[in-house]
DNA sequence: CCAGAATGGATAGTCAAGCTCTCCGTTATG
DNA sequence: CATAACGGAGAGCTTGACTATCCATTCTGG
């Protein structure tokens, strides 16, 4: 197909394809003269994924480009997601390093009960982590973090289920797409059951406005 | 305390405390003669927690105005965690009308089989939970769907819990901004613990890298 | 075959968000 | 009373993500 096709095929305008092709965010067509290309299906699909990064997963395109060329790289799945939740995490926020060392004694304490280990140097997802519980420490809401076990519990039920939905899935090659999927979607369906639910049970508690 | 110190103790530049100021964020202070002006600790407080809307929470600075406004605006708890949601929530992207519509029934008979409302007009959180699930559908992933129930289960017991967390608070007033914080700060931490849980199960199922 | 539309490629322009810088006249302070 | 800080307003800057304009090919329908 031409770039015609291919900008109505996924939504995305002309001159935005041309853009993303220039940035490297999707791979040349299949050049039939030394000044045309040809679009293929699976380009359809990567710009439909590239939208679904950044208008979904709220993903800068830099991160979008840092998780297709890991997807597209030959790294095993488990490294590839490595990728994925790097890029998602973002670049964690400066917190003061009391409330840091604080955070980071909470989760050693959790690792240590579970038996987990993991390496805070290249572990975005960590540092967010402890960004987060700082920046609620030093807001005054140290209590945040005293459930955070049942948290944790209740976390880890999730993952399983993340895994299997993802190991569910008949083909092999598109696994790292699924988790990749599973991963930044997944992060905003449960977000929004949470809040579904969280408007559901403080209705009860907090009580309806007066007027409804 | 004076213009220097509020920026030091919430570690925000003296120009963009200006700038808050000029944009409303932060409530001008007591003002001492008609070009001076007195800040107080909750001046420090409030700046503290744009950051953390901002930084952790990673809203824009319009809705963090928003919600600044509701925490200080007479609604009920209820109706201010609506407009925290709302805002939270960000204006759902555009799906096809047929994913949408999958969506909304899924989401639909969910929502029989809990015996749960809500008005799909004014709640953008429910809109991004269909602008997610139909990406999903559009991005061929629409498996992930199947197990909506059993993670709706699990965010019915993380909100349960936030709500827990946030009734068991002393000061009654502090309720609302704890509120806030626990769904900001918890949605970032409740991710991170998802992640850091995805990681460790999927060691075991996909295997380490052969390097390591 | 050929006029007009579409294409690839490069460069420049646009727009919003979120600061940051510079003045300036006033006020506090050692 | 010299000098540092302040408040207020405006302009400027940076980044990210496009969008628009050209132009020299290339395709395509009549």
Redesign the interface.
Known sequence: MRMAELSAGSGVPVATVKYYLREGLLPPGERTSPNQARYSADHV?RL??I??LT??G?LPLASVGAVLAAIDGD?????T??VV?QE??GAP?EVSDEAAEWASVLLHDLALRHG?K?HPKE?R??G??I???A??K????E??A??LD???A????????????V???TSFDKII???L???V???????????????????D??????GS
Chains 1, 2 share one sequence.
């Open positions: 699909q439909r994924l939208k679904a208008e979904v709220g790294a095993t799945p488990h490294e997601m490595g939740q998602l995490a926020p987990w993991w572990n997802a960590v967010n982590l960004a987060a519980l920046t609620a030093e807001l005054g809401h209590k945040l005293e459930r049942e948290y944790f209740l976390a880890l039920r999730v993952a399983e289920l993340d895994v299997e939905v190991m569910g899935l797409e699924a988790g999927v599973a991963t979607l997944g992060d905003r369906i449960f977000t929004g059951l949470r809040h579904l639910a969280q408007e559901q049970v403080s209705r508690v907090l009580g309806r406005p007066p």
